[in-house]
């Protein structure tokens, strides 16, 4: 049997990567990798500190990894990845001026069979921890358009409400078939 697909949702704070990443592998009987960020901030009950990023970066990974095993034994065709560590990155730029991590992260993006970027449309609301304004998403947006502008990397932008947004998203993984 082939490795299954890996299909990245990647975009800034609250355009609803998570809904949308088990919506897909509902739709698509796949599995979703949740953000390992949100995992540690729930644990931690903090945002990371610079020091800590290479290592939410390769855990991320890790359970990228653990879902494609996971998706292989239960013969899935699409593994649907909430964040990814081009996205880790970007955000250690972003709070730190750290850019050390964006090579291994361009490296690790290439094992993706597609990248949905999902647009900021959705309305903003605070979640007490990790979402910090509607500006600062606005500014990772386009940090996230630059960065795979830069790699070449190409994407797919999915925007609009509720079912609309759900159908985008669905069309463009179905282009994987075509």
Do not use: N
Not at 92 to 116: I, K, M, N, P
Not at 155 to 174: F, S, T
């Amino acid at each position: 049997m082939p490795s299954p697909q890996r299909i990245c949702l990647i975009g800034a704070e609250c355009t609803g990567k998570s809904t949308m990443a088990q919506a897909l592998a509902a739709h698509f009987g796949g599995l979703w990798v949740p953000e390992h960020l949100r995992a540690f901030c729930d644990l931690h009950g903090r945002t990371p500190r610079v020091e800590e990023q290479a290592a939410i970066m390769r855990a991320q990974f890790e359970q990228e990894e653990q879902g494609v095993g996971l998706a292989l034994q239960a013969g899935c065709d699409h593994v649907f990845c909430d964040g990814s560590p081009l996205l880790t990155a970007i955000y250690s730029d972003f709070y730190f001026s750290d850019r050390s991590l964006f090579e291994c992260a361009q490296a690790l993006h290439a094992r993706y069979a597609l990248t949905l970027v999902l647009q900021p449309d959705l309305p903003w609301w605070p979640d007490g921890l990790q979402r910090d304004s509607e500006a600062v998403r606005a500014d990772v947006h386009a940090r996230v358009q630059h960065a795979l502008h830069a790699m070449r990397v190409p994407h797919i932008e999915v925007q609009g409400r509720d079912g609309e947004r759900l159908q985008a998203a669905i069309l463009a993984v179905e282009t994987l078939t075509r």
